[in-house]
DNA sequence: CGTTGTTAGTTACAAAACCAACTGTTAACA
DNA sequence: TGTTAACAGTTGGTTTTGTAACTAACAACG
């Protein structure tokens, strides 16, 4: 009972989804961490705007499921590094529209270059089809845990 | 440029790990929260303990990856609550032995259980051979990212 | 209009994580 | 031995996150 336990952590998949997520994460990390200085929440919000284009705290929240507390204070801190910009909206003064400025852009074009080579890197340990299944599956685990 | 770019954060690896590992945590936090208002290295230290029994902080942090200070809290917590000893090694000073009391592995044994229906539910959604793979490859890319 | 409710976003305070320096102990080796 | 290095574990101070309450603006409906 005190000595060796059949339960396996390392069969358990949020335990095993938690590490594979942390250690993948890390390299790319210390590139925007070293490069820029951001944190996780703040190339998020970058990779959104960067992608999508201009676009409210709000809709960030719905597409990233950051909570809005995160998306304001990463926001704030792009804003005042000169990597974004904010207008009011004219008919709702509620809103506020985000967009990048020439060097947000310039940032997020050099931050998802490095993305994809390494995606690829990753990718590139296993095959075509299990990395479909791979993605596949993580798209449901991540939409809604049963 | 800056609006409609082509990069797909969903199919960012790191990225998409995380979301999964978030979303798929949330549940199992809740148990252990809730019931017994532990903290997620909490649970990890407790979980060590229950399964592989006496060891020492050293060796949690070993298996575990977490980082020692993280390990010291989580452990002080547990001896508090009383669901663990400590007893010190009589020829290593420095080293201390870390072992569930009763109460301790009723509790490892509860969350165990939480887990084991968790992560039925979690795999009842995919196929065998997916499981299997997804499984595989979660533990290459914990191991280290290329 | 005016009251009540809702929404977008911010701020304040507490909880947790991070990093570096620390204590106490053992090992290495001149 | 004596000195220096290495190790197990802890503590302190800062950063980051989480939670709840807040401000400012709009909407609904009497």
């Given amino acids: 009972m005190s000595i060796a336990d059949d339960f ?8 095993l989804l938690n590490q594979a997520a ?8 210390q590139v925007y961490k070293d490069r820029y ?9 970058l ?11 709000k809709e960030i929240g719905k597409r990233s499921k950051m909570h ?6 990463a926001v704030a801190k792009l804003a005042e590094r000169r990597f974004l910009t904010r207008h009011r909206d004219g008919a709702d003064r509620r809103l506020e ?15 998802r270059q ?8 990753l990718a590139a340990r296993f ?8 993605k596949r599956m993580l798209r449901t685990l991540a939409s809604d845990a049963a």
């Fill in 37 to 45: 200085g951001m944190l996780r929440t703040e190339w998020r919000v």
């Fill in 114 to 121: 490095v993305a994809m080579e390494y995606d690829s890197a």
């Fill in 127 to 134: 095959s075509d089809a299990d990395m479909a299944t791979l």
């Fill in 8 to 15: 396996d952590l390392q069969n358990f998949l949020p335990y």
């Fill in 68 to 73: 809005k507390t995160k998306i304001s204070r």
């Fill in 97 to 111: 529209y985000l967009e990048l400025t020439e060097a947000g852009q310039r940032a997020y074009r050099d931050l």
């Fill in 47 to 57: 990779f959104h705007l960067g992608i999508y284009g201009k676009m409210t705290a």
């Fill in 22 to 29: 942390e250690v993948s994460s890390l390299r790319f990390q």
